[in-house]
């Protein structure tokens, strides 16, 4: 990929491994859009940042609920850089239920971000790639978790949105081959949890690390930017964890 042609859009970028993917892509030469929802004061200072660095950057604020919000976020972002040409999916709630406790809504409230948003992003990505040439003209990479590669209790809601998206990222890989390469990040134990929108903090332990080494934001941006780099992979799943994925 020549990076001085790369326009990305990255959602939830403004904060955590958002902020790290983005500034990894600015750092390259990329153009970039921050996607946030409440994050207005670090989305926006980024955005300057990136700007100073010498890229292209903007902040977009979109609450991501339905379809049009989706097609919505996708128009204001190609309008912005005049075009896309990498999706980052990264955007993403986190809650700790019990299956006998877990209430309704919040069930489908991780599927529609975790699952439906990306999906829904992705295709109005695509639809606007498709009159171009049949070659990988864009690239999508879906921030997944390394839980997808077994069980957990305690957070099966959150598990089983992460393994849909998981799931998507195949299908969309097959089905829009070879018009854009689908792929998949999967981080371990990075961050301290972010604090919930009902003001908690979900304590999560870090876990073993068969590497020895507690993996950053830093990491996962690297790993997103390989990807990004193939011509010839698609539909893969790269673990970002410490080997945490292998226990």
Same mark, same amino acid.
């Given at each position: 990929?020549?990076?001085?042609?790369?326009?990305?859009?990255?959602?939830?970028?403004?904060?955590?491994?958002?902020?790290?993917?983005?500034?990894?892509?600015?750092?390259?030469?990329?153009?970039?859009?921050?996607?946030?929802?409440?994050?207005?004061?670090?989305?926006?200072?980024?955005?300057?940042?990136?700007?100073?660095?010498?890229?292209?950057?903007?902040?977009?604020?979109?609450?991501?609920?339905?379809?049009?919000?989706?097609?919505?976020?996708?128009?204001?972002?190609?309008?912005?850089?005049?075009?896309?040409?990498?999706?980052?999916?990264?955007?993403?709630?986190?809650?700790?239920?019990?299956?006998?406790?877990?209430?309704?809504?919040?069930?489908?409230?991780?599927?529609?971000?975790?699952?439906?948003?990306?999906?829904?992003?992705?295709?109005?990505?695509?639809?606007?790639?498709? +009159?171009? %040439?049949? $070659? /990988?003209? !864009? @690239?999508? &990479?879906?921030?997944?978790?390394?839980?997808?590669?077994?069980?957990?209790?305690?957070?099966?809601?959150?598990?089983?949105?992460?393994?849909?998206?998981?799931?998507?990222?195949?299908?969309a890989a097959l089905?829009?081959?070879?018009?854009?390469?689908?792929?998949?990040?999967?981080?371990?134990?990075?961050? +301290?949890? %972010?604090? $919930? /929108?009902? !003001? @908690?903090? &979900?304590?999560?332990?870090?876990?073993?690390?068969?590497?020895?080494?507690?993996?950053?934001p830093e990491d996962?941006?690297?790993?997103?930017?390989?990807?990004?780099?193939?011509?010839?992979?698609?539909?893969?799943?790269?673990?970002?964890?410490?080997?945490?994925?292998?226990l």
């Open positions: 990929m020549d990076w001085r042609q790369g326009k990305a859009l990255v959602t939830g970028g403004a904060v955590r491994i958002g902020r790290a993917v983005c500034e990894a892509l600015a750092a390259r030469g990329c153009a970039v859009v921050v996607h946030y929802d409440r994050s207005i004061g670090e989305a926006c200072t980024l955005a300057d940042d990136l700007t100073r660095r010498g890229v292209k950057a903007c902040a977009i604020r979109r609450h991501l609920c339905d379809e049009s919000s989706c097609e919505l976020l996708i128009e204001e972002a190609w309008n912005a850089l005049d075009g896309l040409n990498i999706l980052v999916n990264n955007a993403a709630v986190f809650q700790r239920d019990s299956l006998l406790e877990v209430r309704e809504d919040a069930l489908w409230d991780q599927i529609r971000v975790n699952a439906v948003v990306p999906l829904l992003l992705s295709r109005g990505f695509v639809r606007r790639l498709a +009159p171009r %040439a049949m $070659q /990988p003209a !864009g @690239r999508i &990479v879906n921030l997944l978790d390394q839980r997808v590669a077994g069980q957990e209790t305690g957070a099966v809601p959150y598990l089983l949105s992460k393994k849909m998206l998981a799931d998507f990222t195949r299908s089905e829009w081959a070879p018009l854009v390469t689908v792929n998949g990040i999967a981080p371990g134990a990075i961050l +301290p949890p %972010a604090v $919930q /929108p009902d !003001g @908690r903090k &979900v304590s999560e332990p870090a876990g073993l690390f068969p590497l020895g080494r507690h993996p950053g996962v941006a690297a790993a997103v930017l390989s990807v990004l780099e193939q011509d010839a992979i698609t539909g893969q799943v790269l673990y970002v964890d410490g080997g945490q994925h292998l």
